[in-house]
C-alpha cells in the first residue's frame, strides 16, 4: 500500500479504529470476489481521508485489506449518499 498509494498500515489501523461501521459493496465486474469486496470512507488521527477496500473473511475471521487511498469526490459521495 505504502509504495502505491502513499499510505501505510498505521493509517489504515486509524481508518478502521475511526469507522461508523458502514460499508458498501462493491459490486463492478471487475471488483467482484467471493466473500464480497467492502469499502468505506474514513480518516486517519491526523484528518487524512482514506477510501479502505476489503474482504472480510468469516470462516477465517481475518481481513484482507486490497488497497487504501485518499478518494475522490465522487467515491465520498457515493458513500456518503449510499452507505
Known amino acids: 500500500m505504502d509504495e502505491k498509494h502513499g499510505v501505510t498500515i498505521e493509517e489504515v489501523y486509524e481508518a478502521f479504529d475511526n469507522s461508523d461501521g458502514r ?3 462493491d ?5 467482484k470476489s467471493h466473500p464480497p469486496t467492502e469499502w468505506f470512507v474514513s480518516q486517519t488521527r491526523k ?19 486490497k488497497t487504501a487511498y485518499e478518494p475522490n ?3 465520498v459521495r457515493i458513500f456518503n449518499k449510499y452507505a
Open 27 to 31: 459490486t463492478r465486474d471487475r471488483h
Open 73 to 75: 469526490a465522487e467515491e
Open 47 to 65: 484528518g487524512r481521508a482514506l477510501k479502505i477496500c476489503y474482504i472480510f473473511d468469516e470462516d477465517k475471521n481475518i481481513i484482507f485489506v
Open 23 to 25: 460499508t458498501l459493496i
